[in-house]
């Protein structure tokens, strides 16, 4: 079911990683941030849409993970954006021989044959510096930053000020970090590019976990650069994602947050 964040801004939750999908209303159909992850899902969020007589005028993909590229079929054909970097990370990927075999095995195994890959990360590549996403609809500013994934960005709907933060700011996740010599620095500058949009949002939707209201894009903002500094410090974070007080169900976060631990440690 779509669920209402702001006037004319509503999302669609995954059941196993509480992926948010967002569905902006523009003038001709609706804009699609971060599609979904599972068949029926999709087919799911497709009949939503239909029912409300919203046709998907236009897609966008945060960043190049595998949850968050994926497109359905009954979604139809609409234009599928990203960065100029995420989308060439895509299109390198697509471009190995065996990429849908690997992209599979890498699933989660309770996903197993529920992910269709056959329109798997067809996105088109914006020239770096696009500013707004080119749709008909209200304008949606891209923040594009070297934090976590190549060519990530977050989404400012600037109308109703929803930020959609792609795989940063979640309740449930500690930052997760990309594969590069500064991730720690490459993150606190997303960090900081987020806190520099603070004042203009009024709910943040993280690719994964619940939204947040106006008061806590900061505490999130605040919460993830203590994380990183902990690391950074070889500390052990004071951090309500790991330990006894993370969410049920979301305790192997804990996994995530010592195998960063052993990269970045001492």
């Known amino acids: 079911m779509l669920q209402p964040v702001a006037e004319g801004v509503r999302i669609h939750v995954s059941e196993l990683l509480l992926n948010n999908t967002v569905v902006v209303r523009g003038r001709t159909g609706v804009l699609l941030i971060d599609a979904g992850i599972t068949d029926s899902e999709m087919s799911c969020l497709a009949q939503d849409l239909r029912e409300a007589d919203h046709s998907v005028v236009a897609g966008f993909s945060t960043h190049p993970d595998w949850d968050h590229v994926l497109w359905h079929d009954e979604l139809g054909p609409a234009p599928r954006y990203g960065t100029a970097r995420g989308a060439a990370y895509m299109r390198d990927l697509r471009a190995q021989a065996n990429w849908k075999t690997d992209v599979a095995e890498g699933l989660p195994p309770e996903m197993a044959g529920e992910v269709p890959l056959d329109l798997f990360g067809l996105l088109t590549g914006l020239p770096a510096g696009t500013a707004k996403v080119p749709w008909d609809g209200p304008d949606v500013r891209i923040i594009e930053h070297p934090a976590h994934a190549p060519g990530h960005a977050a989404l400012l709907i600037e109308e109703t000020g929803v930020l959609a933060a792609g795989d940063m700011l979640s309740d449930v996740f ?5 594969d590069t010599d500064d991730a720690i620095e490459d993150y606190l500058t997303g960090l900081r590019l987020l806190e520099d949009v603070a004042g203009e949002v009024t709910a943040v939707v993280p690719g994964h976990g619940t939204v947040g209201r106006a008061g806590e894009v900061r505490e999130r903002i605040a919460r993830d650069r203590a994380y990183l500094h902990a690391l950074r410090d ?16 979301w305790e192997w976060v804990g996994d995530i947050h010592a195998g ?3 990269r970045f440690g001492p």
């Open 174 to 178: 500690v930052p997760m970090l990309d």
């Open 234 to 249: 070889g500390r052990d974070p004071d951090d309500p994602r790991l330990g006894p007080s993370a969410k049920p169900g």
């Open 260 to 262: 960063q631990a052993r």
